[in-house]
């Protein structure tokens, strides 16, 4: 059974940095896909960063330059580094992952696998 658990959300202000991390169980996700998703509120659940088989990332271009996507393979643990954070950042944040490499089709709906999701909050 596949089990991605999120932690490190909280509120911040502009300007500021957090860490996600996303613990994942019941499968090694190395060559598949593992990504950061965010949902603010009114808003629909939009992509935020990613990460396939070989190291390949991708960023949506509202977060890239300041947000960074790692994932420790051996801990099978997927980060996100946030700085400078903005209030249009505030959004439940999720964790999402697949079997697949979904670089080409980055929708959320393509993910099979997802977190409870944590909060962040950047206050301005």
């Known amino acids: 059974q596949v089990q991605l658990v999120e932690s490190g959300g909280g509120s911040v202000q502009a300007g500021g940095s957090l860490r996600l991390s996303c613990a994942a169980s019941?499968?090694?996700?190395?060559?598949?896909?593992m990504g950061w998703f965010r949902q603010g509120p009114g808003k629909e659940r939009e992509g935020v960063a990613s990460?396939?088989?070989?190291?390949?990332?991708r960023y949506a271009d509202s977060v890239n330059g300041r947000f960074t996507i790692s994932r420790d393979n051996a801990e099978n643990t997927l980060f996100l580094q946030m700085n400078s954070l903005k209030p249009e950042d505030t959004a439940m944040y999720y964790c999402?992952?697949?079997?697949?490499?979904?670089?080409?089709?980055?929708?959320?709906?393509?993910?099979?696998?997802w977190g409870q999701g944590t909060q962040v909050t950047v206050s301005s």
């Open positions: 999402a992952a697949d079997r697949l490499n979904l670089y080409n089709n980055w929708c959320a709906n393509e993910y099979a696998y």
């Open positions: 019941g499968y090694a996700f190395r060559t598949g896909s």
């Open positions: 990460i396939y088989g070989g190291g390949v990332q």
